[in-house]
């Protein structure tokens, strides 16, 4: 299992309609096969910058790469990535053998 976790902050020059067509697009992503236990959350920590999260899991590497390469979601990185997204960091993680 891959856990794919990106923590961003919005830029403050959107607006609340493109915010919103912002969080649509991300919910779209959802669609793309292999997709699992997805979630957009807002950050509630005073201890780092970052507004929200964007979560989801893959069972695999295939899975992953599946997603990073589907053309939904190279669309959505053209089209609102630059355009919305002040700062993030990129988690990419798994289990930890034991």
């Known amino acids: ?3 794919h976790s990106v923590i961003l902050t919005l830029k403050s020059s959107l607006s609340p309609e ?4 912002y969080f649509a697009a991300v919910d779209e992503l959802k669609q793309i096969p292999g997709v699992q236990k ?3 959350l ?3 920590s005073s201890k780092n910058p970052f507004q929200y999260g964007i ?8 899975a992953y790469d599946l997603y990073t390469n589907h053309s939904m979601h190279s669309a959505f ?3 609102y990535w630059a ?3 002040e700062d993030f960091l990129e988690i990419d993680y798994q289990m930890l053998d034991q």
């Open 18 to 21: 493109d915010k919103m067509q």
């Open 38 to 40: 997805f979630e957009v």
């Open 42 to 44: 807002k950050q509630m």
């Open 55 to 62: 979560s989801m899991e893959f069972e695999s590497q295939k």
């Open 1 to 3: 299992m891959i856990r």
């Open 77 to 79: 990185v053209e089209k």
């Open 83 to 85: 355009a919305c997204v």
